[in-house]
């Protein structure tokens, strides 16, 4: 992979450069306020519970509904119809 390609996946979870070595040299502590101010603004404490996924939001309390199965189902039985349909006009020409 190339460098460039893998720093451009990465950019979404690396901090910005808030910390240029002319901060940090300088031996002042002002020089570092961009980035104590960066990371005061951060929450603070776990992250809060999530919901728990798809059987949480579909299958379970008050809105559970078997809707994305029957789709799934339906999906499969589409998907596996027209490759059948497919292959039999592929070796039977009509």
Same mark, same amino acid.
């Given at each position: 992979?190339? @460098?460039?390609?893998?720093r451009?996946?990465? &950019?979404?979870?690396?901090?910005?450069? $808030? @910390? *240029? !070595?002319?901060?940090?040299s300088?031996? /002042?502590?002002?020089g570092? +306020?961009?980035?104590?101010? %960066?990371y005061?603004?951060? !929450?603070?404490?776990? @992250?809060?519970?999530?919901?728990?996924g $798809?059987?949480?939001?579909? %299958? /379970?309390?008050?809105? +559970?509904?078997?809707?994305?199965a029957?789709?799934?189902?339906?999906g499969? %039985? *589409?998907? &596996?119809? *027209?490759?059948d349909?497919?292959?039999h006009?592929?070796n039977?020409?009509?």
């Amino acid at each position: 992979m190339h @460098a460039s390609l893998i720093r451009r996946q990465l &950019g979404g979870i690396i901090p910005p450069k $808030i @910390a *240029t !070595p002319s901060h940090l040299s300088s031996g /002042s502590g002002e020089g570092l +306020a961009p980035l104590v101010n %960066f990371y005061s603004k951060l !929450p603070k404490g776990p @992250a809060p519970p999530t919901v728990g996924g $798809i059987k949480a939001r579909y %299958f /379970s309390g008050k809105n +559970a509904s078997a809707a994305p199965a029957v789709w799934i189902i339906l999906g499969l %039985f *589409t998907f &596996g119809y *027209t490759i059948d349909y497919q292959k039999h006009h592929k070796n039977h020409p009509h």
